[in-house]
């Protein structure tokens, strides 16, 4: 049996068009021209925005985080290590975010705040009522 990913699908969308295009006669003709918008960009590169100090100073803020779909204020209100990674690590550590109403599902989010440069992350509830949140900085 095969599992069916995001990954798995997005490997093989682009080649799976391709393939139909060439092997049936007459489908590069009936498949209509369709011109995409360029993608905004979905989330950020910088290293130097996922250090511990950054989001030390930020501790008790609150973040607007938005994400397709969703905006909804998050605090944060706790910054951990990780277990079995250096102590007090400013690339390896666990945030913790608390909602004041039900939040999204799991997904990667930009987490917005005056004088603090947007920065993606993958946001998972950690209990039934999604209203906490944990994010792993894990940049060894």
Do not use: C, H, W
């Amino acid at each position: 049996m095969t599992d069916l990913t995001r990954r798995t699908v997005l490997a093989t969308g682009a080649t799976g068009v391709a393939v139909t295009l060439a092997v049936l006669p007459g489908a590069a003709e009936a498949a209509p021209l369709v011109t995409a918008a360029p993608a905004a960009r979905g989330f950020t590169r910088e290293a130097k925005l996922y250090r511990r100090k950054r989001f030390v100073a930020q501790r008790t803020a609150r973040f607007r985080v938005t994400g397709p779909g969703v905006a909804i204020k998050l605090r944060l209100t706790a910054i951990r290590d990780i277990p079995r990674v250096t102590r007090g690590s400013n690339r390896s550590f666990e945030l913790t975010f608390t909602a004041p109403r039900r939040g999204p599902e799991q997904g990667t989010y930009t987490l917005k705040r005056r004088r603090f440069a947007a920065t993606s992350l993958f946001l998972v509830p950690t209990d039934e009522t999604r209203r906490v949140y944990r994010a792993t900085v894990n940049n060894r």
